[in-house]
């Protein structure tokens, strides 16, 4: 009988050049050391403290410690090199002592190994990175030098290991004239990764954002934005304007808004980022505008959560104003004519046929926050630049039966509520949003004008539905329907946006409600039968479920990288994926297009090797996390049985993502699927398995209860005669 075989022992090929590869049992247990010394012995080599084993694939150069040796799987290609200490000191010397050949090829060198910490730890203990500072600070690098040193510079400071505050101005100033000289043609890599050192040191610095800010200026960020042959380029700019927005104190941010919202700034990112001939936006730029977009309306917060003050002669100017635009018909009235008018209280009348709650005090309508002072901001906007459609709808409503009327005032306040709802006016963007509407970078005030187009839609919705003043909780799920459909399309203007509301009319929508409603409802009757039934047939739709979560596991998810620290890590992805056998777990870097097959996915993890699942802030890589509320929701890891590797921490790009894959693994692990996605999925199977089988019933009344057993006959002395 053979003898059974070792877990541990890993058989792979070992290269090295200008010698002739060893194929090897690599053995988990046995010190690296050890194994090292073996295979420089078959090699005749000296020293070998000097050497260290590192992975040959594309994706992955990195050096292989007791931390991730795990990773070595059977089949690897491994290869012998100088350890890291000794190729740090090598770099070292050719960048102080070398030719300038030596130097770009040293520099070179370090671009591609700064990605590992293990070989990263070793370069800046040993000064590595004040050398490269240095140099940058002095000007001593042009061309592709300078190129290779700044993306050294960027892996290095990415591994957290040292603080941004140790860059002084100089550094800072000298990053900037990267940004700065347009009047030099720069190499791409060199602005790439200037934008993303300028991005860092303004967010993860604590005193040098007024230095980034005072050095880049704004018309050259908007060159870069232009750039359309290099998208990482623009990706980085708008991240570095986003940066700046962020740390921004309010009068800053609003100059900031105002420089990007002017129509210049707006048709550049329109037109090279948004609107560009391959229509296609990735992943890490969506979530920019995302962040711009956001940080943007979180300008509005102030008025939204601002009540009126009785003093602010200002507000009171407004709301007059909206009582002339619309009753006056010269615009002003002659002074006699006006306190004439007010003396005999016409004033209040106006206010009422205006739709106020309070016509003798209609400033008391702005006192509720949200909306606050934004409400009267958005009416006052609409009466003047939308003159024409603010008297037409003041006017209708007005001379309409009072039953029928449409409270300008009331539904204006109410519709601006709502939007701050709908666009999530005052919350923070969050790390995996994506979702931002290019409409909105197509006019200087785009929120006002959103209102403008929403409260003509909500009086023509009135009118569909002859509403009276008791259906306004109902008109406004109408309209916040008809609104969040015609945005979930993103249109690229306001006037398609405008398209689009045409054509979700009330009986459109009605009739939407009505077709999601017939193909969803839900079999909610307590029918002890029915009742019974579902008990029946419960755990077959579970196992369809389960059936379901495991084929998306095999089919295999991109999820973007986060750091130890739960910082997510842009334009960095991998992909995970399950075996057909369900037995092990696949995974690889990759791109944030492609989808790897199987076979290029070099990593892997037996899913007997799996411990047990963590979520939320119960996981490694979420404990230190603070104020991301999205990503420690959306955080999962797997605990491993390994000593070396003791997780795999994933965050998933959105809730059904995690939801599957929380299930999966717990199918897998033989735990109970206990995600939202599973009692929905439970509850619909559910509903249409028994109207299924409830066709022939039709009806037919299932009572509440079953009939009752009759009672017994007095006697059994009856026969049932055959003949």
Known sequence: MPGMKDSNIVKIAVEMIDQVPQLIEFNQKQPLAGIIQELCNGWNLTDPEQYALQFSENNNKNYITEKNRNDIKNGSVLRLEYSPSKTA????HKLNT???????????????????????????????????????????????????????FVELMDHGIVSWDILEIPFINKIASFVNNQSVAQDPKVIQASLSILENIVLNSTDKYPQVEKE?????????????????????TIALINALFLKADLAKRKAISGTL?????????????????????????????YVLQTLSFGLLEQ???????????????????????????????SLGDVTARKQLGVFAKDYKKLGFKNDINPALDF??????????????????????????????????????????????????????????????????????????????????????????????????????????????????????????????????????????TYSEITNLWQQERTSREEWESHARPIVELKEQITPEILDLI???????????????????????????????????????????????????????????????DIKGLLTGKECPHMKDVRGRKTTHQLAFSLTLE????????????????????????????????????????????LSMDIKLRLLDAEGVNIPQDPPPIPDDPPNYEFCYDLK
């Open 89 to 92: 000191q090598d770099i070292l």
């Open 98 to 152: 070398g030719s300038s050949e030596e130097k770009l090829h040293a520099l070179q060198n370090l671009s591609d190994l700064s990605s590992d910490i293990t070989f990263a730890l070793e370069f800046i203990n040993k000064q590595g990175l004040s050398l490269i500072i240095g140099q940058i600070e002095g000007g001593k690098c042009k061309g592709n030098p300078l190129a290779f040193t700044l993306i050294s």
């Open 216 to 236: 880049v200026t704004f018309p050259n960020l908007v060159m870069h934005l232009q750039n359309i042959d290099h998208a990482v380029i623009q990706q980085n």
């Open 261 to 289: 919202s002017s129509k210049q700034v707006r048709n550049v990112i329109l037109n090279n980022i948004i609107q560009t001939k391959s229509g296609q936006v990735g992943t890490e730029m969506a979530h920019q505008l």
């Open 303 to 333: 008025r939204m959560l601002l009540k009126m003050d009785p003093q602010d002669q200002d507000a009171h100017d407004k709301i007059k104003e909206l009582r002339r635009i619309a009753f006056d018909s010269d615009g002003n009235g």
């Open 367 to 504: 006192t509720e926050t949200p909306p606050g002072m934004l409400a009267l901001d958005c009416m006052v906007h609409f009466a003047r630049n939308h003159m024409e459609n603010y008297t037409k709808v003041v006017l209708e409503n007005s001379c309409r039966a009072d039953e029928h009327e449409c409270p300008f005032g009331r539904t204006s306040v109410e519709l601006v509520k709502l939007l701050c709802e709908v666009l999530r006016i005052g919350e923070s963007p969050t790390e995996q949003g994506q979702m931002y509407h290019p409409m909105f970078f197509t006019h200087d005030h785009p929120f006002e004008e959103f209102f403008c187009i929403c409260i003509v839609l909500l009086n023509k919705t009135w009118k569909e539905m002859r509403a009276t003043t008791e259906d306004f909780v109902k008109v406004f799920s109408v309209v916040r329907e008809q609104m969040t459909r015609a945005l979930s399309s993103q249109p690229s203007s306001l006037d398609l946006f405008k398209v689009r509301l045409q054509a979700l």
């Open 546 to 608: 389960q059936q379901q979560r495991l084929g998306f596991l095999v089919e295999g998810t991109r999820f973007t990288k986060y750091s130890m620290r739960g910082q997510r890590i842009k334009d960095k992805f991998w992909y995970v994926r399950l075996s057909p056998n369900h037995k092990v777990l696949h995974f690889g870097d990759c791109d944030e297009k492609s989808v790897p097959a199987l076979e290029d996915l070099g990593n892997k993890l037996a899913v007997i």
């Open 642 to 685: 390994s000593v070396e590797v003791t997780s795999l921490d994933f965050v998933a790009p959105d809730e059904q993502v995690f939801d599957y894959w929380t299930d999966g693994i717990n199918a897998l692990l033989g735990n109970k699927m206990n995600s939202k996605q599973t009692e929905n999925d439970l509850e619909t199977l």
